[in-house]
């Protein structure tokens, strides 16, 4: 699977983005899709992911409240609304997909996912 992650960019304190993530695999609607942060000295984080069907979600505590995952099956898509950016969320942004097909719950476990594909550049300035 190919995954490209996009929207990322330079926002102030408060400031909104939105990232999407397109994914090349056919069956992307059978799987589960997350999105990891990785921040300067720091590891790899799961932030938010969403289950096949889009009816199951996940957020660290750290963005509940302000980011939202969605999914497009029809465009191979998922999304990450970002709103009330803090400096703290600056970092590489990364997709992925869940390595197990149709999963009815959303995994909350990062070691599940694979294919990272290229970040997106998320800087909040304070």
């Keep these: 699977v190919q995954l490209q992650a996009s929207g990322g960019g330079l926002v102030q304190d408060g400031g909104s983005l939105r990232l999407s993530c397109a994914a090349s695999k056919t069956t992307f609607t059978n799987y589960g899709m997350g999105w990891f942060r990785q921040a300067p000295g720091k590891e790899r984080e799961l932030i938010a992911a969403i289950n096949s069907r889009g009816n199951r979600k996940y957020y660290v505590d750290s963005v509940k409240g302000r980011f939202t995952i969605s999914r497009d099956n029809a465009k191979n898509t998922v999304y990450l609304q970002m709103n009330g950016l ?41």
């Design 86 to 126: 803090k400096a703290e969320d600056t970092a590489v942004y990364y997709c992925a997909v869940d390595s197990q097909m149709l999963r009815l719950e959303v995994s909350t476990h990062g070691g599940n996912y694979y294919g990272w594909g290229q970040g997106t550049q998320v800087t909040v300035s304070s």
